[in-house]
């Protein structure tokens, strides 16, 4: 059982590359979502879904794409790399109604 | 629109002390949930403790406790005798239904403690 995991660990980017974050989960849950974390300024949601082929936008989703084929799966999408998008992101993953958030390791990426 | 306030950026606690991080929250959904979050300077997030908005009884996970205030939306963190690896940052998150339905969860901006030897 693996949990939450995510790849790369870390990447750097150019300006206007584009690029997919991976996240997947083998404990058959419901929902995921993304977050980026800026200093001082918490973890903001971006995108998040409720089941397969169910996705909604958070309070940030600007510039990402996601698309939930499999439970399994919540890639999220960067289609042109700006700076401002520099951060840490997290993947986290939940059933519905859950007394707990299992979170990914993180990806820190960095956009020059 | 469902919303966290965390308002002290910093804190500071002697080692053996209790300390209470502060969190109010805001929702129309009856029905939430309520967690704190640990973020070391290693970055993982570590899940402490949780409450839902039925549940009867303040939460209590060891040395955690959620001081649950319902009519004032506030779900304090309470860390009894504190350690030197508490210091970290601590978010407050909440679990709660969209106009639409779907439950997403909103963070606060977290409170870093440091626990003073």
Same mark, same amino acid.
């Given at each position: 059982?693996?949990?939450?995991?995510?790849?790369?660990?870390?990447?750097?980017?150019?300006?206007?590359?584009?690029?997919?974050?991976?996240?997947?989960? /083998?404990?058959?849950?419901?929902?995921?979502?993304?977050?980026?974390? /800026?200093?001082?300024?918490?973890?903001?949601?971006?995108?998040?879904?409720?089941?397969?082929?169910?996705? /909604?936008?958070?309070?940030?989703?600007?510039?990402?794409?996601?698309?939930?084929?499999?439970?399994? /799966?919540?890639?999220?999408?960067?289609?042109?790399?700006?700076?401002?998008?520099?951060?840490?992101?997290?993947?986290?993953?939940?059933?519905?109604?859950?007394?707990?958030?299992?979170?990914?390791?993180?990806?820190?990426?960095?956009?020059? | 629109?469902?919303?966290? #306030?965390?308002?002290?950026?910093?804190?500071?606690?002697?080692?053996?002390?209790?300390? #209470?991080?502060? +969190?109010?929250?805001?929702?129309?959904?009856?029905?939430?949930?309520?967690?704190?979050?640990?973020?070391?300077?290693? @970055?993982?997030?570590?899940?402490?403790?949780?409450?839902?908005?039925?549940?009867?009884? $303040?939460?209590?996970?060891? =040395?955690?406790?959620? $001081?649950?205030?319902? %009519? =004032?939306?506030?779900?304090?963190?309470?860390?009894?005798?504190?350690?030197?690896?508490?210091? %970290?940052?601590?978010? +407050? %998150?909440? =679990? %709660?239904?969209?106009?639409?339905?779907?439950?997403?969860?909103?963070?606060?901006? @977290?409170?870093?403690?440091?626990?003073?030897?």
């Amino acid at each position: 059982n693996a949990g939450v995991t995510q790849t790369p660990k870390f990447q750097v980017l150019k300006t206007g590359q584009s690029m997919t974050l991976q996240c997947a989960q /083998d404990m058959n849950h419901e929902y995921m979502s993304w977050y980026r974390q /800026d200093p001082g300024m918490g973890l903001r949601l971006i995108h998040y879904s409720v089941g397969a082929g169910i996705t /909604d936008q958070g309070e940030v989703p600007n510039g990402y794409n996601v698309s939930r084929s499999t439970t399994e /799966d919540f890639p999220l999408r960067l289609l042109s790399a700006a700076p401002s998008q520099t951060s840490v992101y997290f993947c986290a993953s939940s059933h519905r109604d859950s007394r707990a958030w299992y979170f990914g390791p993180g990806t820190r990426l960095t956009v020059t | 629109a469902q919303k966290i #306030t965390q308002t002290q950026p910093g804190m500071f606690v002697q080692e053996k002390e209790a300390v #209470t991080l502060d +969190c109010t929250y805001d929702t129309s959904d009856p029905s939430y949930g309520l967690f704190w979050y640990k973020q070391p300077s290693s @970055g993982e997030m570590i899940f402490l403790i949780y409450q839902g908005s039925y549940d009867q009884q $303040n939460a209590t996970e060891g =040395r955690y406790s959620l $001081n649950f205030q319902k %009519a =004032r939306k506030s779900a304090n963190l309470v860390i009894s005798a504190s350690q030197l690896g508490d210091s %970290a940052m601590y978010f +407050c %998150a909440m =679990r %709660a239904r969209n106009s639409g339905g779907y439950q997403k969860v909103t963070f606060g901006i @977290g409170t870093k403690l440091q626990v003073i030897p």
